[in-house]
């Protein structure tokens, strides 16, 4: 149970980590990215949609706090790492939704099963693992399909994904949305996992936010979580190659946070057949 719930928040797919073309050639766009280097804010936020579609092997951290959630009453806190790997060509995503974790534990201990080793942060964690052209895989964590560490889905099991929870290809949509900003300034600088970014801070109005293109609205919207409600704070540390390492949205009911990590270096490791079971 808890894996299937958690499995049916997210939106995924494997043309973010070398499964598919894109309408750019990433190489191109990077080479192209690394040779300007640089550059004042103006140029380094214009770059911000190209550059994130240069990266196929990452590892994303969110962060998200929010007072308005389908997925739970009054103030909700979740977590999410995005490990996406270009070979072998994976997905790995480690959801962790304390608030869903207390409500599996309240559900166990009515089965009469023993839950004193377990925090709500354990029994509301599902790691669910996409690899390129085969069923998805769920971590068997808490030991409810048998001894095998993971298991296959079936596929359909999954059940239908929402539309607006967050994908990992509307990346450079979100990028592009910030790049559009009319409010931007330059706050100071900053380090981010040992690299010296360049922290810029901008408001988006609602007005901006009605003219951005169907695809970048949506992008907000599932960074958010939530519809866009008046106006959108929105923090960035850019690298000197236009990369945005960090990213952060606040609006009246949302606070998130979006990191990357392990650029180049990220690797998804792949179970063995013996490591699968069924559900």
Known sequence: MPALLCAGTLALSLT???????EEEPAEAAAEVAEEGGGNILDLVARLGESTQSIDNYTLTMDILTTESA????????SAVYEVSDDPSALQVTMVMPFLGENILDLMEMTGEDVSGLTPEE??????????GQDPLLANSLG??????????????????PADVFDVESLPQVASAIAALEDV??????EVGGVETTVI????????YEAL?????????????????????????????????????????SDVSMEFSALNETTVEIPAEDEIGTM
Not at 185 to 190: C, D, I, L, R, V
Not at 201 to 208: F, I, K, L, R
């Open 144 to 161: 409810q399909y048998g001894d095998a560490p993971w298991v296959a889905s079936g596929g359909e099991s999954l059940g239908d994904v």
């Open 185 to 190: 300034s330059e706050a100071g600088t900053e």
């Open 71 to 78: 997925l739970g009453e009054g103030e909700v806190e979740m």
């Open 213 to 253: 293109s169907e695809e970048q609205s949506a992008a907000l919207l599932q960074v958010l979580g939530s519809e866009y409600r008046g106006t959108l704070d929105i923090g960035v540390w850019i690298d000197d190659n236009g990369f945005p390492l960090r990213m952060e949205f606040a609006d009246e009911v």
């Open 201 to 208: 801070e901008g408001t988006m109005t609602s007005e901006e």
């Open 123 to 132: 029994a509301g964690t599902s790691v669910i693992l996409y690899r390129e």
């Open 16 to 22: 973010a980590c070398g499964g598919g073309a894109a």
